[in-house]
């Protein structure tokens, strides 16, 4: 099982700044990963797929790059609405698909 | 506009049953494997189980294998778990999710919760 590790846990930044959020595979998962944001109550919503490919609706604001092992989401000038957490996941090699634990991004 | 609806979930004693479903529209569904995810009250996200569009190949998380079973009805468009001997441990709540280009999840239900609880 490939193990998804996300860092740091939480990240506190300031409206209009940028946020690096990374995310760090147990093996080479290619290009095959995908971020997602989720805010309270709400279901996960894919961002990022293929490590760097927005998903429809994704603002450019949001940029995905890495491969092999290392990949990082990076938020360029914060908006209210993007405070949440932000999960990887994996799918090169599943069963299982695996997510990573996620990281907070809150208001500093 | 694609769209997850899920019903089912509630409170069930450790040992019991449940079934969740999830009725999907605006994409032809038959053409497109689907996923269950659960969240635990940790936050985690864990993937329980995924299906072809034709429902012919089932995948299982090894948690759940032998307890779970997920199926689908093209004809009515809905996905379904059927989830057996529940522990405690599989509180949670449980989202559907439809595949995207490649395997990730491009479209979710708005979650149903499990709690497994005597």
């Known amino acids: 099982e490939i193990v998804m590790t996300q860092s740091p846990a939480t990240v506190s930044v300031s409206p209009g700044e940028r946020a690096t959020l990374s995310c760090r595979a147990s093996q080479s998962v290619s290009s095959n990963l995908a971020w997602y944001q989720q805010k309270p109550g709400q279901a996960p919503r894919l961002l990022i797929y293929?490590?760097?490919t927005r998903a429809t609706g994704t603002p450019a604001r949001f940029s995905g790059s890495g491969s092999g092992t290392e990949f990082t989401l990076t938020i360029s000038s914060l908006q209210s609405e993007d405070f949440a957490v932000y999960y990887c996941q994996q799918y090169i090699n599943w069963p299982p698909f695996t997510f990573g634990g996620g990281t907070k991004v809150e208001i500093k | 506009e694609v769209q997850l609806l899920q019903s089912g979930g509630g409170l069930v004693q450790p040992g019991g049953s449940l079934r969740l479903s999830c009725a999907a529209s605006?994409?032809?569904?038959?053409?497109?494997?689907m996923v269950w995810v659960r969240q635990t009250p940790e936050r985690a996200l864990q993937w329980v189980s995924a299906?072809?569009?034709?429902?012919?190949?089932?995948y299982y998380a090894d948690s759940v294998k032998g307890r779970f079973t997920i199926s689908r009805d093209n004809s009515k468009n809905t996905l379904y778990l059927q989830m057996n001997s529940l522990k405690t441990e599989d509180t949670a709540v449980y989202y559907c999710?439809?595949?995207?280009?490649?395997?990730?999840?491009?479209?979710w239900g708005q979650g149903a919760l499990v709690t497994v609880s005597s």
């Open positions: 293929g490590a760097s």
């Open positions: 299906i072809s569009g034709s429902g012919g190949h089932t």
């Open positions: 999710a439809k595949e995207g280009l490649e395997w990730e999840f491009s479209n």
């Open positions: 605006g994409f032809t569904f038959s053409n497109y494997a």
